[in-house]
T-cell receptor, first 110, second 114 residues
Framework: LAKTTQPISMDSYEGQEVNITCSHN???????ITWYQQFPSQGPRFIIQ???TKVTNEVASLFIPADRKSSTLSLPRVSLSDTAVYYC???????????FGSGTQLTVLP | GAVVSQHPSRVICKSGTSVKIECRSL??????MFWYRQFPKQSLMLMAT?????????EQGVEKDKFLINHASLTLSTLTVTSAHPEDSSFYIC??????????FGPGTRLTVL
């Protein structure tokens, strides 16, 4: 399973765009990149998933360079309620279990 | 999106007792469910894979006789923590896999063993 590396924590202010980068140097050809959000005492919530280039949905964008060894989750105009832990996961095509790394604690300040 | 529920949401028990946690997929059938454990300020750790109609697969270091898993139907998996001790106090989270391999997580169960 490909290992991921993320910053442990990030601070931002309301209304700013936040970019969280994840490194996954050993990503395999079949792997997708998935980001989850987790609030305290809740289960993780799916944010976005991508394979290459750029993916955008109603809550975030995911940028993946051509070599796919990293990815960046972009949250536009964050609010206080976006304070959470964000996990980057790389899915191994042969295993369905999700392996969670340490995650990034995002704190949005007023 | 799909909904997965857990019951109870929190439970407090005495040391030595057993606690059962239920995980239900409410609007889809899940042949596979996963159980995770999360200690404070730490990430989720996979404990076991629950397969409907067959034995669960446990991760290394997880005692199968202590954490009993039963996947009785396509919408229900249960995790029983037997003879619970204070060190078993944790946040237990399940996820259910839909036919396209997409996973949906439950809200978690906070277990406190006194």
């Amino acid at each position: 399973l490909a290992k991921t590396t993320q910053p442990i924590s990030m601070d931002s202010y309301e209304g700013q765009e936040v970019n969280i980068t994840c490194s996954h140097n050993n990503i395999a050809t079949n792997d997708y990149i998935t980001w989850y959000q987790q609030f305290p005492s809740q289960g993780p919530r799916f944010i976005i998933q991508g394979y290459k280039t750029k993916v955008t949905n109603e809550v975030a964008s995911l940028f993946i360079p051509a070599d796919r060894k990293s990815s960046t989750l972009s949250l536009p105009r964050v609010s206080l309620s976006d304070t959470a832990v964000y996990y980057c996961l790389v899915g191994d095509g042969s295993a369905r279990q999700l392996t969670f790394g340490s995650g990034t604690q995002l704190t949005v300040l007023p | 999106g799909a909904v997965v529920s857990q019951h109870p949401s929190r439970v407090i028990c005495k040391s030595g007792t057993s606690v059962k946690i239920e995980c239900r997929s409410l609007d889809f059938q899940a042949t596979t469910m996963f159980w995770y454990r999360q200690f404070p300020k730490q990430s989720l750790m996979l404990m076991a894979t629950s397969n409907e109609g067959s034995k669960a697969t446990y991760e290394q270091g997880v005692e199968k006789d202590k954490f009993l898993i039963n996947h009785a139907s396509l919408t229900l998996s249960t995790l029983t923590v037997t003879s619970a001790h204070p060190e078993d106090s944790s946040f237990y989270i399940c996820s259910a896999e839909r036919e396209n391999n997409e996973q949906f997580f439950g809200p978690g169960t906070r277990l406190t063993v006194l």
